[in-house]
């Protein structure tokens, strides 16, 4: 049962002291008004989170009774305020009425500023928010060649109108929802009404209840609670920084989730193959952004294939090798006293510990460390007899062919499962490859997001769909039925 505001202020503010203890930074700040200033009221607000007291809250109460009263300003009464707002509710700033202080908690904690008036049984509460966030720029994770450089920001409204921008259609709807735990950080969700899978939509949103139970920090803990499989390496959602990559996913029928103090957006539900696939594909000519997208398929194999590819062919097939060419690999093993597999292992630990160390260190000299230590330490393995120059070279082109990868939790999936690869090459040769490649593909035929098969249309088979998943289709392509309608009306 909510506790109800009371009629007297010491008891109002008896509840929000000890439910607000040791908090520093709240304000309660005491007003005296009406006939010899004997009514009285306060105010509470968080400081941390409210604009500077440029706008005096009550003062603006006070005045929107008296543009409707006749009369000084020591007349105004706690009745006639509470008579006003019961009978207008009508403010230049943004206030609504609250009646339960848990209520009025939850607003304070949400940078309102809610004001309580001896002998009124409600309170005013005013929008004041005022928290700073970083300005709309270029995307940091999404470098762009051609297209569209604007990117989020951590305000969840900010966003959100930035995606009304591109989308101007009632059809786009957002749902709003607080997480639970002692956060209660807002979590928003849009889809493009006509264009998502109702199914889907439903499943999605049956999943979204769950965030009532717990702390939302960051846009990865949805994707922890909503997806099919936590325990497959492969990412089941895509990420995004970016507002037009949001639109162009809400126009295919995507739900697109976003949460406040984040600028990264969920893209849901993710398939295989738009995993593969660039924004940019859309903004270059038909045949070069063709010849890219099979590029990055090739790297997408390279990535995951040619370490443990290299280690079978070397070690148990070496007939299917060029003779000349086999003959320089045996030399430039000649006195490395690891195996082919041990080898490998300490190159690509190197190779993702360079990486790593790329990633967290100052920006500026992150990557002098990456390429400097790269240099260092392969000329170095390969002087000290530990790595040979062709180990080198196959993990160095295994790393740039995972760097060409759009979505850098895809990347890492193919990092995770190239040792158990290594390890099976071992062991096995190429009957080995075959069991991992088969395991491989047996998960991502099974494996589903919010319901929907993770290889479609490869599986279920869409000829249709996975032409244009594999090769991208002229964008004329789009405007054709737009183009025939208009074509048919001047016939006619």
């Known amino acids: 049962m909510p506790t109800k505001v009371a009629t007297s202020i010491e008891a109002n503010a008896r509840i929000l002291q000890h439910t607000f203890a040791s908090c520093g930074?709240?304000?309660m700040l005491p007003w005296q008004f009406g006939p010899n200033m004997k009514s009285r009221a306060f105010s509470?607000?968080?400081?941390?989170?409210?604009?500077?007291?440029?706008?005096?809250?009550?003062?603006?109460?006070?005045?929107?009774?008296l543009e409707q009263t006749i009369g000084a300003g020591e007349a105004v009464t706690p009745g006639m305020i509470a008579h006003y707002y019961a009978q207008n509710v009508a403010s230049e700033q943004p206030a609504f009425l609250v009646e339960d202080m848990e209520h009025a908690v939850s607003l304070v904690l949400g940078g309102y500023l809610v004001i309580f008036i001896d002998g009124w049984e409600k309170a005013i509460a005013y929008m004041a928010a005022d928290v700073p966030s970083r300005e709309v720029s270029e995307s940091v994770t999404e470098p762009v060649v051609q297209g569209p450089r604007e990117s989020t920001v951590d305000k969840l409204k900010i966003n959100i109108g930035m995606i009304r921008a591109r989308i101007q259609s009632p059809k786009l709807k957002t749902r709003y929802m607080r997480g639970g735990g002692a956060s209660r950080t807002m979590v928003a969700y849009a889809y493009l009404e006509g264009s998502v899978d109702p199914a889907v939509l439903k499943e999605f949103a049956d999943r979204m209840e769950q965030l009532k139970e717990g702390d939302v920090l960051e846009t990865a803990y949805v994707e922890s609670v909503i997806e099919d499989n936590t325990w497959s390496p492969f990412p089941q959602f895509r990420y995004t920084e970016r507002t037009d990559v949001a639109a162009a996913a809400l126009l295919g029928g995507k739900i697109v989730v976003l949460v406040e103090g984040t600028g990264s957006l969920l893209?849901?539900?993710?398939?295989?193959?738009?995993l593969l696939q660039s924004p940019e594909d859309y903004y270059q000519r038909t045949l070069v952004a063709n010849a890219i997208r099979w590029m990055r398929m090739t790297a997408f194999l390279m990535a995951l294939l040619?370490?443990?590819?290299?280690?079978?062919?070397?070690?148990?097939?070496?007939?299917?090798?060029?003779t000349v060419l086999l003959l320089a690999v045996l030399d430039s093993r000649e006195g490395i006293p690891f195996p082919a597999f041990v080898e490998a292992f300490i190159m690509v630990f190197f190779f993702e510990l360079l990486r790593e160390a790329g990633i967290r260190l100052p920006r500026p000299v992150g990557s002098a460390v990456s390429i400097v230590g790269a240099l260092v330490v392969g000329e170095a393995a390969i002087n000290a007899g530990i790595a040979s120059p062709i180990m080198v070279v196959v993990i160095a082109l295994t790393g740039i062919a995972s760097f060409s990868l759009p979505q850098y939790n895809f990347a890492i999936a193919l990092r995770l499962l190239q040792i158990p690869l290594m390890a099976l090459a071992t062991m096995l040769g190429g009957f080995g490859l075959m069991i991992g490649y088969l395991l491989i593909w047996n998960h991502l035929a099974r494996l589903k997001s919010l319901g929907v098969p993770y290889l479609r249309p490869l599986a279920p088979w869409n000829a249709g769909q996975l032409a244009d998943s594999a090769a991208r289709r002229p964008l004329s392509s789009r405007f054709k039925p737009h183009a025939d309608r208009e074509h048919a009306t001047k016939r006619s």
């Open 25 to 27: 930074d709240l304000r």
């Open 44 to 65: 509470v607000y968080f400081d941390t989170i409210v604009q500077e007291r440029s706008a005096n809250y009550f003062r603006h109460t006070m005045q929107s009774v």
């Open 267 to 274: 893209l849901c539900p993710g398939l295989f193959f738009e």
């Open 306 to 322: 040619l370490p443990s590819l290299y280690i079978a062919l070397s070690t148990f097939h070496t007939e299917l090798i060029p």
